[in-house]
T-cell receptor
């Protein structure tokens, strides 16, 4: 079946450093979504990318959707302690059910 | 944004008993709700898709007789864990899809229910 893979699994960065997580799908996606889950919390929708090569920005967060619509990335510039959490990418399978990647756990070192 | 509530937030039950978890979309109608299970430090695993007025669709490996799903209205879906066992202890999260357009698949997640079976 369809797989959504994310790397890295964990990332420790110094506060102020940049952070990037990568997502790859085994199949072409009609869209890709990104979620953030704070420790002890539930996933919160961040953004959805639909178009090939699409780039969207939310303040310090930059989201990209690959040209082939099989990969995506989330880049955070100048991380802050509030960025701590697990970032999940997710995409619909052929039945439109959302399949989540395993997530990248971001830890910020003060 | 859209709000999804879940009740209870935490529940402890004895092995062999049943537990019902409610998922409500508070300010929108959701024809489709999803139930996920998340073990510690792991990703969300889709258990089933709940469609209003029809039977739920279960993912492979999920026992439909053990995890009973009812989607009686456009704002409420329930998950009942029957004859719970310690291995059913997990974080159960529901989500609801708000159809905002042909290509919009925003999902809003409930706060989750932490189930502990003793």
């Amino acid at each position: 079946g369809q797989q959504v893979m994310q790397i890295p699994q964990y990332q420790h960065v110094q506060e102020g450093e940049d952070f990037t997580t990568y997502c790859n799908s085994s199949t072409t996606l009609s869209n890709i979504q990104w979620y953030k889950q704070r420790p002890g919390g539930h996933p919160v929708f961040l953004i959805q990318l639909v178009k090939s090569g699409e780039v969207k920005k939310q303040k310090r967060l930059t989201f990209q959707f690959g040209e082939a619509k099989k990969n995506s990335s989330l880049h955070i510039t100048a991380t802050q302690t509030t960025d701590v959490g697990t970032y999940f990418c997710a995409g619909p399978d052929r039945d439109d059910k959302i399949i989540f990647g395993k997530g990248t756990r971001l830890h910020i070192l003060p | 944004g859209a709000v999804v509530s879940q009740h209870p937030s935490r529940v402890i039950c004895k092995s062999g008993t049943s537990v019902k978890i409610e998922c409500r979309s508070l300010d929108f109608q959701a024809t489709t709700m999803f139930w996920y299970r998340q073990f510690p430090k792991q990703s969300l695993m889709l258990m089933a898709t709940s469609n209003e007025g029809s039977k739920a669709t279960y993912e492979q490996g999920v026992e439909k007789d053990k995890f009973l799903i009812n989607h009686a209205s456009l704002t409420l879906s329930t998950l009942t864990v029957t004859s719970a066992h310690p291995e059913d202890s997990s974080f159960y999260i529901c989500s609801a899809r708000e159809v905002a357009g042909i290509f919009s698949y925003e999902q809003y997640f409930g706060p989750g229910t932490r189930l502990t079976v003793t």
